[in-house]
């Protein structure tokens, strides 16, 4: 009957609906007054008219293009199936290698293109000449017009990337990685005493300064850890303290530029012998994890990286200062026991006697003329060639001749011929 029709196909209908997860795979030649004899089916249909107006469909085409190097297609018998299979896979693993190094190659391009432009406005903001603005202004025109080609070559690969086929490497991605350092064995305590230790890093930095100072010119993090891995030695106590104590000569030298950079390493590599120390494993395991941390760090980590580089610049200054007042003071020593060496029979520095005497006397000894010194001499006030004599004699400059022993006996001795002369040393 009409009636029984109407519940098969009403029946078969709400079947359908039921083994579908989505409502919107109703269709044609079903409508909601096919429904009508059953209020409940009448309810169903409406909805899956409603839900077929905005539902979407699961899109399953991307897997209908999925490229397996060892798949089970029948290959003819005089075809070495294995070596076909291995034939394709490094076919694949050449091209995906060759679509890499593009897209390496392109973002390279990109990002030189962006600090050129970077420099050509500053630039431009800097200078005041018109003529060097004009040029400036070309240079910048000249670097969008590669910028808008270069977007479009990376779109375009871009697209490729987007088209090529699936394969056994790109269909997943691991959900997660776990890395597992087995513990060293226990090594013998080292000699604790300053002696030990002082031995052990002059080994140390003999062997290994040049690389120090190559790692403390590093100033992105990348090219850091993969010198570190390949020279994972540098991963030391001496290390930090050699790079420590190269921030203090730097300050002592005003190198301000070159001092801000090896004292973000410096700080760097206390992070990283503090990280070990902490999980308790050798500072060369714990580049990677470090580093990893490191890029990924957050506002406050690195906000406590940075008050940590300008705490450290305020020590190193506060030292360079200490070890600049220990050299004047040293300095002072030194020049006061050459003073004292200096020092005549009658305890006065022959410098000092030197610098007093008029510059007619300070003439005569510099050439070693005893005529002209008695002449000069013979020229000054009794009182004041007698106080000039004496002096010299006390600092060792005049030494009169034997027997002269006061102040009268030797100025008598400037008009003899016997006297000894010594210069000032």
Not at 276 to 303: H, N, Q, W
Not at 307 to 320: M, T
Request: aromatic residues 8%.
């Amino acid at each position: 009957s009409a009636s029984a029709g109407y519940h098969d196909r009403a029946f078969g209908s709400f079947r359908l609906l039921s083994l579908s997860s989505n409502l919107s795979q109703l269709q044609e030649p079903f409508s909601a007054s096919d429904f009508a004899p059953c209020s409940f089916l009448k309810e169903i249909s409406r909805c899956a008219v409603e839900k077929g107006s905005t539902g979407k469909m699961v899109d399953y085409s991307k897997w209908n293009n999925i490229e397996v190097s060892d798949d089970e297609d029948d290959t003819h018998p005089n075809i070495d199936t294995p070596s076909l299979f291995r034939w394709r896979h490094q076919a694949r693993v050449e091209r995906m290698a060759e679509q890499e190094k593009l897209r390496q190659s392109m973002d390279a391009k990109m990002a030189q293109n962006r600090d050129q432009l970077k420099e050509v406005e500053e630039k431009l903001k800097k200078t005041e000449d018109d003529k060097e603005k004009e040029r400036i202004k070309q240079e910048k025109n000249k670097l969008k017009k590669q910028k808008e080609k270069l977007s479009a070559e990376d779109s375009s690969l871009k697209k490729q990337e987007r088209l090529t086929p699936w394969n056994v490497d790109t269909l997943s991605q691991p959900g997660f990685e776990k890395s597992v350092l087995n513990k060293p064995a226990p090594k013998e305590p080292d000699d604790p005493s300053e002696e030990g230790w002082a031995k052990r890093y002059g080994e140390y930095v003999q062997k290994n300064e040049k690389l120090i100072q190559k790692f403390a010119m590093f100033s992105r993090h990348d090219d850091s850890e993969r010198f570190l891995k390949e020279n994972n030695q540098l991963a030391h106590d001496h290390c930090a303290s050699y790079l420590a104590v190269w921030c203090v000569d730097l300050c002592v030298q005003e190198k301000k530029a070159l001092l801000e950079r090896v004292a973000r390493q410096t700080v760097v590599m206390q992070y990283l012998l503090q990280l070990s120390k902490s999980v308790d494993v050798d500072p060369r395991g714990c580049i990677t994890a470090f580093y990893r941390k490191f890029k990924l760090a957050e506002k406050e980590y690195m906000e406590a990286y940075e008050d940590e580089v300008k705490s450290l610049l305020v020590r190193v200054d506060d030292r360079a200062k200490a070890r600049i007042e220990a050299a004047e003071e040293e300095a002072k020593k030194v020049e006061e026991q050459e003073r004292l060496k200096r020092l005549g029979p009658g305890g006065i520095d022959p410098v000092e006697v030197f610098e007093s005497l008029p510059e007619t006397l300070q003439k005569c000894f510099e050439e070693k003329d005893i005529a002209m010194l008695k002449e000069e001499m013979a020229k000054l006030p009794k009182e004041e060639a007698a106080y000039h004599l004496q002096r010299c004699i006390d600092s060792g400059m005049w030494v009169p001749e034997a027997g002269a022993q006061n102040t009268g006996a030797s100025a008598a001795a400037v008009n003899s011929d016997d006297e000894q002369y010594e210069e000032v040393k």
